[in-house]
């Protein structure tokens, strides 16, 4: 995920991580 808003894009990185390592 690559939004525009800093926070939104650290935490939807952050989820995509979690998701893979599942």
Avoid at 1 to 22: F, G, Y
């Amino acid at each position: 995920a690559r939004e525009a808003n800093m926070t939104i894009s650290i935490h939807a990185t952050a989820e995509e991580i979690v998701l893979s390592a599942a």
